[in-house]
């Protein structure tokens, strides 16, 4: 079956712009979270969601970056008033079961790779 | 605050040669402790996880809790190892992963 799908793969935003990012999690998938990696890191948690319920967004570095999911499978990480910083790998992940403690623990999407120019 | 090291970037080996990837965490509960690891041109995959006590592809990882360690070995590396190691941790009821920085492995011929 499908994996996690993101979309688009790559994403060139002019500072100050603001951008969408879309993930299409595994169907059936409950838990959905989302990641930063910058350049020669791991990723970095940014937030967490329990299908429709965003339950920790304690990662999220501004108050730029915002989350949804409105009907608990498909979600939008926004970024308002792009800068250089925000550069990064932005990677999604779901999960079937509510923990990570599941046999399988979580699955990648491909990441959107977000430059700002 | 829970933190992930990883200290080597890169760890080139030749094939059929042992493999020891380190991770040490600092966290002072039960942390879940993991490794996933992405090849070239793929996504990040789970590869194991320490309640599991398998070995997937040859690979093992032992929880040292004294040591907070958590060290993935192989004994005798492959070409098709060549990746990006990426160890990781949670809480005992957390979701959240807390990742290193990462490891390249480069299994040469």
């Known amino acids: 079956g499908a994996g996690v799908s993101q979309s688009p793969r790559y994403k060139v935003a002019k500072r100050g712009q603001d951008v969408a990012l879309r993930c299409d999690p595994i169907?059936?998938?409950?838990?959905l979270f989302w990641y930063q990696q910058a350049l020669g890191q791991g990723p970095e948690f940014l937030t967490y969601f329990q299908n429709e319920a965003q339950l920790d967004k304690s990662g999220l570095p501004s108050d730029r970056f915002f989350a949804e999911r409105p009907e608990g499978s498909v979600s939008t990480l926004k970024i308002q008033r792009t800068q250089q910083e925000d550069s990064a790998v932005y990677l999604c992940?779901?999960?079937?079961?509510?923990?990570?403690?599941?046999?399988?623990?979580?699955?990648f999407g491909p990441g959107t790779r977000l430059t700002v120019l | 605050a829970q933190r992930v090291t990883q200290p080597e970037k890169l760890l080139s080996v030749f094939k059929g040669a042992p493999v020891e990837l380190k991770c040490n965490y600092s966290y002072s509960g039960s942390p879940e402790l993991f490794w996933y690891v992405q090849y070239s041109r793929q996504r990040l995959q789970l590869l194991l996880r320490?309640?599991s006590r398998e070995s997937i592809k040859g690979f093992t990882a032992d929880l040292n809790k004294g040591e907070t360690s958590f060290h993935l070995k192989k004994p005798f590396a492959q070409e098709e190892d060549s990746a990006m190691y990426y160890c990781?941790?949670?809480?005992?009821?957390?979701?959240?992963?807390?990742f290193g920085a990462g490891t390249i492995l480069r299994v040469k011929s």
């Open positions: 992940a779901s999960s079937l079961v509510l923990t990570l403690r599941s046999p399988r623990g979580q699955y």
């Open positions: 990781a941790l949670s809480r005992e009821y957390g979701n959240k992963l807390v």
């Open positions: 320490h309640i």
């Open positions: 169907s059936g998938h409950v838990s």
